[in-house]
């Protein structure tokens, strides 16, 4: 099936540092890619919807300053987080999806701001 | 507003036994749906997927079941194995795009 790689699956930094986090569609051209967090215990919350060619889409009450979301090709898609607090500390997954078929994941990207 | 919901935020099955997880949605324009079983520090990964013009779909020992009438699909793990034990999400799409919205989740623990 497709897969999605998501890179780095773990990172610690420093407060006020930024932190690029990158998402590939490995075997499938991928319009539209998705930038989801995780709390503990707490569901999936879509961040941004990351388009190909334009500006991202952002969900409310996502800072897109804080959240920088780049698509430049049709296979990758990377998030920034910019002057990392350790609040901004979560889980960040990523996907992509085909239309009418399922979406695949990427697999984590565990930030700690320390 | 949650437009997907997991009312069961856990529940505890023993090895060998039938697992359900329900997932109940409000939006009425949901027409694709999905559950995804997701592990600790992992992305979710997909299950099994269901459209609104069948009212069931298995795929070994998971079966997806959908009531579009009461706005209701149920997950069914049978037998249910230790293995199973993780968080499961549903998720639902609709003919506005890519975009999924996801239940809370069910975290699934299965005893030998």
């Known amino acids: 099936g497709a897969v999605v790689s998501q890179h780095p699956s773990r990172v610690i930094c420093k407060s006020g540092t930024s932190v690029k986090i990158e998402c590939r569609s490995l075997d499938f051209q991928a319009t539209t890619m998705f930038w989801y967090r995780q709390f503990p215990k707490q569901s999936l919350m879509l961040m941004a919807t990351s388009n190909e060619g334009s500006k991202a889409t952002y969900e409310q009450g996502v800072e897109k300053d804080k959240f920088l979301i780049n698509h430049a090709s049709l296979t990758l898609s990377t998030l920034t987080v910019t002057s990392a607090h350790p609040e901004d500390s979560s889980f960040y997954i990523c996907s992509a999806r085909q239309p009418s078929l399922e979406a695949f994941f990427g697999q984590g990207t565990r930030l700690t701001v320390v | 507003d949650q437009q997907v919901k997991q009312n069961s935020p856990s529940l505890s099955v023993q090895e060998g036994r039938i697992s359900i997880l329900n997932c109940d949605y409000t939006?009425?324009?949901?027409?694709?749906f999905l559950w995804y079983k997701k592990y600790p520090a992992e992305g979710p990964t997909f299950l099994i997927s269901?459209?609104?013009?069948?009212d069931k779909n298995e795929d070994g020992r998971f079966t997806v079941f959908l009531n579009k009438s009461a706005k209701h699909l149920s997950l069914h793990i049978v037998p249910s194995q230790p293995g199973d034990s993780a968080v499961y999400f549903c998720a639902a799409s609709g003919n506005a795009g890519n975009m999924l919205t996801f239940g809370g989740g069910t975290r699934l623990m299965v005893k030998p």
């Open positions: 269901i459209s609104s013009i069948k």
């Open positions: 939006n009425s324009m949901f027409d694709y």
